[in-house]
């Protein structure tokens, strides 16, 4: 049978004779979406992730330092704002204003932040009431933190993470240049010696991964709340919120998947200009974590909703079809085999590149088992967002 193959491949003079041996042979289509399936895969790495490796961002020539003003929005958050807010009020940075949005705290919030503004004059507040007739998500409150900050360029991050470098203002900003309206930046998460912490982090790496160098391949889609600029002016421009507002989430990624275009969107991945948060301590929490964040995804643009879904598809169909094609192909064994693990030394190289321009650690080796669950565990986060209620403010 394999001579038969190797005529076919070199001696045919068109496709029918391909279609005409699988007809006869059907068993061998799972041959050949194993090496369509790698093929995609191929794409992804060589076209996207590869940039993380040899990606060149825009940079601010001119080293101007605008002014900035970074919003943070809070409800109950006495205890993140009490331990990470200094971070962000000590930053190595000439001209900037910290404004903190109490968005209907029940805890100390108001106390905290009273006390931190007689020592930080920088410090801004505003306080939203509670109003039980009246419920809102926090895109509310982000828009009046844009509407009281008075500078153009906005940093955004939240209660529940910590600057990691006073240099964090420094770099976000060094990144915006005459044409730039958006930076992504990278929130990651405190590393835990827990299993869970170590597959968020998984998850959080790659998400990154893909949104960064989907970026710097001109293809912006998305970024997180937890490290993300933007100018007001855009934000205004194109209405805040207005065509997504009521949707709960999104105030992050809906809004970078509206406004952003291959032009105007940059990221900055210096470890200087990392956030830090911590992560979900149990599965449950992290199943409602996820579950909101995917809720949106439905909405993104069609052409990269039909990328990220080519992506899952194709690694799943990549290891499924690998190990039927190694039961049911034997002779084949050596090449197989060597289309897999060309592909595993490729992922491994772009994850390890990616884990030390993320300050991420000992996430290479658990990296080949979790990419081939969490396309799994992704799904049943879309399956349960069909059967809950509706996420809540956070």
């Not at 940079?59 to 990470?84: F, G, Q």
């Not at 509310?140 to 360029?153: E, P, Q, S, Y």
């Not at 690694?315 to 897999?340: A, D, H, P």
Request: hydrophobic share 40%.
């Amino acid at each position: 049978m394999f001579n038969k193959i190797v005529i076919i491949i070199f001696n045919s003079k068109s496709t029918v004779d391909y279609l005409n041996f699988l007809i006869e042979n059907p068993i061998y289509i799972i041959l050949v979406a194993f090496g369509i399936a790698f093929l995609i895969q191929l794409h992804f790495y060589l076209f996207y992730y590869l940039r993380i490796l040899f990606g060149r961002r825009r940079t601010n020539v001119k080293n101007k330092k605008e002014p900035v003003s970074v919003i943070i929005c809070a409800r109950n958050e006495e205890a993140n704002l009490e331990k990470n807010l200094p971070s962000i009020l000590n930053q190595d940075y000439p001209d900037y204003e910290v404004i903190v949005v109490n968005d209907c705290s029940e805890d100390e919030s108001e106390f905290v932040l009273e006390r931190f503004q007689k020592k930080y004059k920088h410090l801004k507040t505003t306080t939203i009431k509670q109003d039980e007739k009246f419920y809102h998500s926090k895109k509310l409150a982000l828009t009046i933190g844009i509407k009281a900050a008075k500078n153009d360029l906005l940093l955004l991050t939240d209660a529940d993470c910590i600057a990691t470098n006073d240099k964090w203002v420094e770099k976000m900003q060094n990144s915006f240049t005459d044409k730039t309206e958006i930076v992504l930046g990278y929130g990651g998460y405190a590393r835990e010696k827990k299993l869970i912490n170590n597959l968020i982090r998984f998850d959080t790496l790659f998400i990154a991964l893909q949104y960064l160098t989907f970026a710097l391949a001109r293809k912006p889609y998305m970024g997180v709340g937890r490290n993300l600029a933007y100018r007001k002016s855009l934000f205004f421009k194109n209405k805040g919120f207005a065509s997504h507002n009521h949707i709960i989430s999104g105030d992050d990624d809906l809004f970078v998947n509206e406004v952003s275009t291959k032009k105007n969107t940059n990221i900055e991945i210096s470890r200087e200009s990392i956030t830090l948060s911590q992560a979900e301590s149990s599965f449950s929490g992290w199943f409602k974590q996820k579950k909101r964040h995917i809720s949106t995804g439905k909405l993104y643009k069609s052409g990269i909703k039909w990328r990220l879904f080519c992506e899952n598809t194709s690694r799943v169909s990549f290891y499924v079809l690998f190990t039927l094609s190694m039961l049911w192909f034997k002779e084949f064994y050596i090449y197989i085999s060597g289309v897999f693990a060309f592909r595993i030394l490729m992922q491994l190289v772009i994850f390890k590149v990616a884990m030390k321009r993320l300050n991420e650690k000992y996430l290479l080796i658990p990296s080949l088992l979790y990419d081939i669950l969490m396309p799994f565990i992704n799904f049943t986060f879309i399956l349960a967002n069909y059967f809950t209620k509706k996420n809540k403010w956070k």
